[in-house]
Every structure is written in C-alpha cells, then in structure tokens.
C-alpha cells in the first residue's frame, strides 16, 4: 500500500530532451497514466520525437503489448514544448539531454528557478555524479539519478542513484513511481559509472582491443559473448547501437574519476569515433547498417 501512495504522488512529469532517451521515458510516463510534457529546443526534434513514441506505441499494439485504447489515450497525455517553463507545474522532471556536465548543470538551473520546491529533478545520466548536479540546485534533497535503460519501453531495469544530499522521501517517492511503470529498480550510490557502465564499458572495451590486436573477427568475438556467456548480443554489436562516442567518453569519464589504466580507451575505438563512424544512428560503426 507505502508504494502505491508513493507512486500515486506523481502524475504530472516532464521529460527534457527528445533523443531516444528522452521520447522513450515520455512513452512509459504517458502509457503508465501520468500527463508528461516533453520539452526541447526546437519543435523539429519534437515532431520526430512525437513521430517515434507513436510508431513505439503502434509496435505495441501490434504485438499486443498494449491495448489500442491505451495507447490513444496516452499519446492524448503527452505534448510537446520549447521551453523549459513548462514543466512548472510538474512534480517530477526527469532530464535526458547528452552527456556533458556542464549543459546538465544548465538545465537543472533551469529547472530549479522554473519548479515548484516540491517538485523532483533527476537525471538519465549514464555515469556523471549526481551530487555535482545536484549542488547546482537549491533543492539537493530532491535531486537523483534515474538512469533508464534503452530502448525505454522495453528494458525494465532503472538504476536508481542517490547524492549525498537526496532524501529518503525523494529516493522513495521515485522507486515507487519506477515500480509502478512496471520497472525493476535498483539502487547504487553516486559513484563514477554507477553500476551499469562501471562493468559494462571494460568489456566493450576489452573486445575492442581484441578486435584490434586481431585476436578474432568482431563477428567471433560477438558471438563468443551471445553464445558462451548468455549475452542477448555481442560487445561489439551493443556498443553500435549505444552509440561509439558515448562509449568514449564514458571511458574517458571513467579513466578521469577513478585515475585507473584500465579504463583506457581503446585506440581503435578513439579511431573510428575520429572518423566519425558511430554505431548504428550513423549507419556504421563496427559494423555496416546502411
């Protein structure tokens, strides 16, 4: 019953940032029963955002995940906006912007002028400290991390990140919401990668340098990692579809707060994100989806 009444306190939440991230945190708020406003800088990348979340929905439907009804009235949940003070009026702001602190620390004063002091800030990050984001606010006590795992409407795994300031309240309040959209949370504390990139990014990595010291193929390698440990893909594959350049950084983020060689970019992988092949959204990356 605690979690019920917990989740039950947030219905109104913003999403900032369209990306794949962002459209896909909107999608589960809208179809768990919230009123969502996803907000970005320009109404293009709203549009495709809005394009994509109701394609995802269709998906759904389709496989029957979710009922065509529900699926009408989320999207009748969800608008689009440009500017940062229209998520005044809601009680949870999650932020999905790219991964550098200072464009982070940014939005979240953004949000702190423009919110209500009840209202909860946190962040899709991926690996940067939640506390420094936090300490950009006058409201530490209800900032966190809410690390989605992508793609959004289909992972249910959410890692859940205290700052040294967070509240209990804040951090019970958004687990319950997290169960309540059907996801599995889990908690780490404010630590260089969390969980998640602390022990994922040294494998991508490894299999870079394998693939570099032409210990086998990248396809050999993938399959090792799907067939020999259980993975639902390869190293390589994973790797594409995040994206070869926020691999990088993370490791170079990684290297940087922990001072340890062993999350050393691989050169190969600064090599190819150099020439600009990123993975799958630039249609190649170490492999060809073009």
Do not use: W
Not at 126 to 131: E, F, K, M, Q, R
Not at 234 to 258: K, M, Y
Request: charged share 25%; with cysteine.
């Amino acid at each position: 019953m605690r979690v019920l009444e917990m989740s039950a306190r947030i219905q109104k939440a913003a999403v900032i940032g369209s990306g794949t991230m962002g459209n896909g945190i909107a999608h589960v708020l809208a179809a768990s029963g919230r009123d969502v406003t996803l907000i970005d800088v320009r109404q293009d990348l709203l549009d495709k955002a809005m394009a994509t979340i109701r394609a995802n929905m269709d998906r759904q439907v389709a496989k029957q995940a979710l009922k065509k009804e529900d699926a009408e009235a989320a999207l009748k949940r969800l608008r689009a906006a440009t500017r940062v003070e229209d998520a005044a009026k809601a009680e949870l702001v999650v932020e999905a912007v790219p991964e550098r602190m200072e464009l982070k620390k940014e939005v979240f004063r953004a949000l702190d002028a423009a919110c209500g002091p009840e209202t909860i800030l946190a962040s899709n990050t991926s690996s940067l400290p939640i506390t420094v984001l936090a300490a950009a606010t006058k409201r530490p006590a209800k900032v966190m991390g809410m690390h989605f795992m992508n793609p959004v409407p289909v992972m249910k795994l959410v890692e859940l990140i205290r700052g040294v300031e967070t509240s209990e309240e804040t951090f019970q309040a958004v687990r319950a919401l997290t169960v309540d959209l059907g996801k599995t949370p889990v908690c780490s504390q404010d630590y260089p990668g969390f969980i998640s990139n602390r022990v994922l990014m040294p494998m991508i990595n490894e299999a870079c340098f394998a693939l570099m010291e032409g210990v086998a193929t990248k396809e050999d390698i993938d399959t090792v990692m799907k067939l020999g440990m259980a993975h639902p893909m390869g190293p390589l594959t994973l790797a594409d579809f995040i994206g070869l350049d926020v691999c990088l950084n993370i490791l170079e983020f990684l290297q940087q707060s922990l001072g340890d060689p062993k999350y050393r970019p691989c050169p190969l992988l600064r090599k190819m994100v150099e020439a600009g092949r990123l993975g799958k959204k630039t249609g190649r990356g170490f492999y060809d989806y073009k």
